[in-house]
């Protein structure tokens, strides 16, 4: 199994900057992708961006240009720095991990002056 630990949450400005981390332990070894995944209310949980094992990364067409995603694999920790903050990124972010599939239990970003 793969535990994930999220962190950095919280309330922001709009053209603020947040920057959340997560945390991986356990079966860390398999695993080949990492990335966040957000859900605001009444939303479908939605892809915001990937980072593979070799660095490649993927983004949301939404969030291209303001986030950013990388890794620290000494520190078996997934960043993803928020800037430019929207209203519309208000949402729950979850850290994911694969193979295998495992969540994080999520941490509240909200955008609002």
């Known amino acids: 199994q793969v535990q994930l630990v999220e962190s950095g949450g919280g309330l922001v400005q709009p053209g603020g900057s947040l920057r959340l981390s997560c945390a991986a332990s356990?079966?860390?070894?398999?695993?080949?992708?990492m990335g966040w995944y957000r859900q605001a209310p009444g939303k479908e949980r939605e892809l915001v961006a990937t980072?593979?094992?070799?660095?490649?990364?993927n983004y949301a067409d939404s969030v291209k240009g303001r986030f950013t995603i990388s890794r620290d694999n000494a520190k078996n920790t997934v960043y993803l720095q928020m800037n430019n903050l929207k209203p519309e990124d208000t949402a729950v972010y979850y850290c994911?991990?694969?193979?295998?599939?495992?969540w994080g239990q999520g941490t509240q970003v909200t955008v609002s002056s």
């Open positions: 994911y991990g694969f193979p295998p599939r495992s």
């Open positions: 980072i593979s094992n070799s660095g490649s990364t």
């Open positions: 356990g079966r860390i070894f398999s695993i080949v992708l």
